[in-house]
């Protein structure tokens, strides 16, 4: 039996999202924090002589899939003949604003650059990951970060790594829709980084955070505007608002401990009578990807000491 490189790919929150401006390439100019969640999917890399994939959702076996779209970039971009098994484990929500695909293509990213030895840095693999996504590049360096540009200009941050329990409404948000709509807000004045992230605390305890597509989304998607209520009701305990995730459609409150965060989740069960998905989640400034990798190649080194 070949050995199975294992890796998760964790969740990100937008714990604020800003919508500066609108780029002649039609792509929009965010500012935006980033956080990880140590919650997520989970792939396994195997070598082989071809690629294919396995996936716990069988239509998610496609050729648009992030996974082999990330796996084909590198192979094109390296001249590799390897070829790989890759089983994803899908457990994000698609289309939650927590960025699964973007996550599941950055884990590739590094995977296979392990698994075939490509020897690609992280910043090589960030450049390839903008052109799969705008939210690759942050997964694939794997530290919280105050995001500029589209989401790619990167400046390490460490909010505090406080629990969340996030909710998924019934509804898939479509990203791409989202950015087109004509009732988009896109001419939030742009901050100085130093300044957003030495108020993100006071700004989160006054409800003073926002995300420029909730307004709209909350509008279209009763489904969301429903679960920042039910949060809003439950997390009286919470240390700051109901907010939204990227374009949607999770939503997501933040708590002191888990229990808190617990207590808020078993009270919206039972008020609706379990019929809204949710998880709780630690809120981690550095991606269990980036901590699984170290512990992997602390291990290589010790194996090669003891051998
Ligand atoms: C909403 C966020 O999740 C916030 O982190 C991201 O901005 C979305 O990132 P993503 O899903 O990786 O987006 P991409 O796959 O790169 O782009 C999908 C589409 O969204 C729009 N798009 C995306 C990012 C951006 N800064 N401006 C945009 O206008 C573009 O129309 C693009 O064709
Ligand atoms: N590996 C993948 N996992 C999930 N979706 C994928 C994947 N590869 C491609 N997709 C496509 O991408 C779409 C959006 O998926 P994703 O889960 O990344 O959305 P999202 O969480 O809203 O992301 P973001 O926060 O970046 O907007 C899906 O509807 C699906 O068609």
């Known amino acids: 039996m070949k050995s199975e490189l294992v890796l998760p790919a964790p969740a990100k929150l937008n714990l604020f999202l800003h919508i500066t401006g609108r780029r002649p390439d039609g792509y929009h100019a965010l500012q935006t924090l980033f956080q990880f969640l140590d ?7 195997s070598l082989q002589d071809s690629l294919a994939l396995e996936c716990n959702l069988p239509e998610l076996v496609n050729d648009d899939n992030l ?5 084909r970039l590198l192979q094109k971009e390296t001249g590799t003949k390897q070829g790989a098994r890759i089983r994803l484990n899908k457990r994000l929500p698609m289309g939650g604003g927590v960025g699964g695909g973007s996550s599941d293509a950055a884990t590739t ?16 693999l960030a450049e390839l990951g903008l052109k799969l996504g705008a939210d690759v590049p942050v997964f694939v360096r794997g530290f919280a970060a105050f995001a500029e540009g589209v989401g790619e200009v990167l400046t390490p941050a460490c909010p505090p790594e406080c629990w969340y329990l996030v909710l998924v409404p019934d509804c898939h948000v ?6 087109a709509h004509r009732e988009l807000t896109r001419d ?4 100085k980084v130093c300044a957003a992230l030495e108020t993100y605390e006071e700004q989160r305890r006054h ?18 505007e429903t679960c ?10 919470s240390i700051g608002q109901a907010m939204m995730s990227g374009s949607g459609a999770c939503v997501f409150a933040p708590f002191a401990s888990r229990e808190q965060a617990e207590a808020a989740q078993a009270t919206i069960s039972s008020d609706t009578g379990s019929e809204v998905v949710s998880f709780v989640a630690r809120g981690v400034n550095t991606s269990p990807l980036h901590r699984t990798l170290q512990n992997l190649q602390a291990v290589h080194q010790l194996e090669a000491c003891t051998t």
């Open 207 to 224: 409800n003073l955070l926002h995300n420029d597509f909730e307004p709209l989304v909350r509008r279209l998607y009763p489904e969301v």
């Open 109 to 124: 990213l590094l995977g296979l650059n392990e698994l075939w030895n490509l020897q690609l840095s992280e910043m090589q």
């Open 228 to 237: 920042i209520q039910l949060l809003d009701n439950a997390g009286n305990s």
């Open 39 to 45: 919650y997520g999917d989970e792939l396994g890399f």
């Open 67 to 71: 996974v082999l779209k990330a796996a």
């Open 188 to 191: 939030t004045p742009a901050i």
């Open 174 to 179: 479509n990203t791409v829709k989202m950015y």
